[in-house]
């Protein structure tokens, strides 16, 4: 028996088969849970449905929702309540922050607006969720489980407002688990390796960051959507009822190494 039977997921992110959320539905479905799905424009629609109907999800569990709109936000709880009376695990994995915000120096490429657009949907979405989703939490041991990355608390090239944006988005972790924990809440961060996502694919460089990360992981190798989806899971289960206002890193073990050995020493 799977260790999320009986539990019911929210995904919130799903885009592509790259996605990581894409990883973290697989291995939720393939340890029971019942899954609910948003797309964000009709664009990704048939495309969201037909991922869930593979799961086994039918086309009434998936609902619009654009995080940047409280409105959608609250209608895609209002949604949702009318085929499940409650729900167990919310999963945020969306980020985003203009293209042009992510090519070149930090300093001479940040405006206002691109900074405010990247806290927005990369951050305060988060909380958002969070806030409209309590009615459905409420009498159940809730597990809210959104995606961070490195940059969060180191700098790289051209990552830049979206680090900020990451950063913001751990502080946010810390302080709704330690406002929802009284309720029986529990809320983490998943901070994964590089993974060639759509998202990822903005940002300048970032094939040879893959490069760079396969060669100085204690594992000699990237992350996968596989990995971060079963850190998901277990995230998700009651295997982890002790763990909230975390950032878990899912990254071969690149954020410990300072310098890494040679493989030809």
Same mark, same amino acid.
């Given at each position: 028996?799977?260790?999320?039977?009986g539990?019911?997921a929210?995904?919130?992110g799903?885009?592509?088969k &790259?996605?990581?959320?894409?990883?973290?539905?697989?291995?939720?479905?393939?340890?029971?849970? !019942?899954l609910? +799905?948003t797309?964000?424009?009709?664009?990704?629609k048939?495309?969201?449905?037909?991922?869930?109907?593979?799961w086994?999800t039918?086309?009434?569990?998936c609902f #619009?929702c654009d995080v940047?709109?409280d409105?959608?936000? !609250?209608?895609? @709880?209002?949604?949702?309540s009318s085929?499940?009376?409650? %729900?167990?695990?919310?999963?945020?994995?969306?980020? +985003?922050? #203009?293209? !042009?915000?992510l090519?070149?120096d930090f300093?001479?490429?940040?405006?206002?607006?691109? +900074?405010?657009?990247?806290? !927005?949907?990369? $951050?305060? *979405?988060?909380?958002?969720?969070?806030?409209?989703?309590? #009615?459905? &939490?409420?009498g159940?041991?809730?597990? %809210?489980?959104?995606l961070?990355?490195?940059?969060?608390?180191?700098t790289?090239?051209?990552?830049n407002?979206?680090g900020?944006?990451?950063? $913001?988005?751990?502080?946010?972790?810390?302080?709704l688990?330690?406002?929802?924990? #009284?309720?029986?809440?529990?809320?983490?961060?998943?901070s994964?390796?590089?993974?060639?996502?759509?998202?990822?694919?903005g940002?300048?460089? @970032?094939r040879?960051?893959?490069s760079?990360?396969?060669? /100085?992981t204690?594992?000699? /190798?990237?992350?996968?959507? $596989?990995?971060?989806?079963?850190?998901a899971? @277990?995230?998700?289960?009651? &295997?982890? $009822?002790?763990?909230?206002?975390?950032?878990?890193?899912?990254?071969?073990?690149?954020? %410990?190494?300072?310098m890494?050995? *040679?493989?030809?020493?």
């Amino acid at each position: 028996m799977g260790m999320l039977v009986g539990k019911r997921a929210l995904i919130v992110g799903v885009a592509s088969k &790259l996605s990581i959320a894409y990883g973290v539905a697989e291995a939720m479905h393939r340890e029971g849970a !019942d899954l609910a +799905f948003t797309y964000q424009n009709d664009k990704l629609k048939e495309r969201v449905i037909g991922f869930a109907e593979g799961w086994g999800t039918p086309a009434v569990n998936c609902f #619009p929702c654009d995080v940047g709109s409280d409105d959608e936000i !609250d209608a895609l @709880f209002k949604n949702l309540s009318s085929i499940w009376d409650g %729900i167990d695990i919310i999963v945020h994995a969306v980020g +985003f922050a #203009p293209g !042009d915000q992510l090519n070149g120096d930090f300093v001479d490429v940040t405006t206002r607006e691109g +900074f405010r657009i990247a806290h !927005d949907i990369s $951050s305060y *979405s988060l909380v958002a969720l969070a806030k409209a989703g309590q #009615p459905m &939490l409420e009498g159940r041991n809730g597990s %809210i489980i959104t995606l961070s990355y490195l940059g969060a608390v180191q700098t790289m090239p051209n990552y830049n407002v979206m680090g900020l944006a990451k950063a $913001s988005l751990e502080a946010g972790v810390r302080f709704l688990a330690t406002s929802m924990g #009284p309720k029986g809440h529990r809320v983490n961060a998943i901070s994964a390796g590089p993974i060639r996502t759509l998202a990822a694919s903005g940002i300048k460089g @970032f094939r040879s960051m893959l490069s760079y990360n396969a060669s /100085r992981t204690p594992m000699r /190798r990237n992350t996968t959507i $596989s990995d971060v989806g079963n850190t998901a899971a @277990f995230l998700g289960s009651d &295997l982890a $009822s002790g763990i909230t206002g975390q950032t878990i890193y899912v990254d071969n073990g690149f954020n %410990i190494t300072a310098m890494a050995e *040679s493989d030809n020493n």
